[in-house]
C-alpha cells in the first residue's frame, strides 16, 4: 500500500463501465512525515475520503477486484482503502 | 491509475491479432497541473480518445481486462475521460 494526501477528485463522464458510480479521487504520494513527492495516482474510494485526507491506497495484486467485489477482473487497479488517523515514526 | 494526456495516434499494421480493431495512442502521463511525469507510452484506447485529450490509464495486469469476453496484450489502457479536475486548492476557502 501507497501512502497519500487528497488533492481534489476527477470529474469523468465517458468511462469503463467498472468506474460507473465510484468516487474517484486524486492521490498526491507522500512520505510518512507528510511531504509531497510527484506521480499523482487517480484512486476509486471506497471509504468516504475527502479534501486534504492522508489515505492508503492499494494498486497491487488483485486489491481491487477483491475489495468492489467484481465477479470477473477489471481495468482498475488503485483503490482507496483506508483513511489513516496518526502514523507513529520510530526514527526521530 | 493515473492521469495523461493524448498527444498523438499511432498505426501498425503488423502486429498481434488480439490489437485488431483497438486503437493506439501516443500518451504523456501527467500530474494534476499537466506537468509530464516520465516519458510518452503507447496506450491502447477503450473510451474514443481524441488527441489532446486528459484521460486516466490503468496499468499492469488490470490494463489487460477492459473487455468481458477477452483479454488483450496490452500494459497501458486508457479507461476514462477527464471532463474536468475538481482541485481543493482551486476552490474558494
Known amino acids: 500500500m501507497m501512502l497519500g494526501r487528497v488533492k481534489g477528485c476527477v470529474v469523468s463522464t465517458v468511462k469503463h463501465p467498472s468506474y460507473e458510480g465510484k468516487k474517484v479521487l486524486l492521490v498526491e504520494p507522500v512520505s510518512p512525515d507528510g511531504t509531497p513527492k510527484r506521480g499523482t495516482v487517480v484512486a476509486v474510494d471506497t471509504v468516504g475520503a475527502g479534501d486534504g485526507d492522508i489515505v492508503l491506497v492499494a494498486s497491487e495484486g488483485r486489491s481491487a477486484t477483491e475489495i468492489l467485489g467484481f465477479s470477473t ?20 | 491509475m493515473k492521469l495523461g494526456r493524448v498527444v498523438g495516434k499511432l498505426w501498425a499494421t503488423a502486429k498481434d491479432k488480439k490489437l485488431n480493431g483497438l486503437k493506439l495512442y501516443l500518451m504523456q502521463p501527467v500530474d494534476e497541473s499537466d506537468r509530464p511525469l516520465g516519458s510518452e507510452l503507447v496506450a491502447v484506447d477503450t473510451v474514443g480518445s481524441k488527441e489532446g485529450d486528459l484521460v486516466y490509464w490503468v496499468g499492469g495486469a488490470e490494463a489487460t481486462f477492459p473487455f468481458q469476453d477477452r483479454q488483450i496484450p496490452s500494459d497501458v489502457t486508457i479507461v476514462g475521460l477527464v471532463d474536468r479536475l475538481d482541485l481543493a486548492e482551486d476552490r474558494p476557502a
Not at chain 1, 73 to 92: A, K, N, Q, T, W
Request: no cysteine; hydrophobic share 45%.
Open chain 1, 73 to 92: 477482473r477489471m481495468p482498475l487497479r488503485s483503490v482507496i482503502i483506508g483513511i489513516v488517523d496518526h502514523i507513529e515514526l520510530y526514527r526521530p
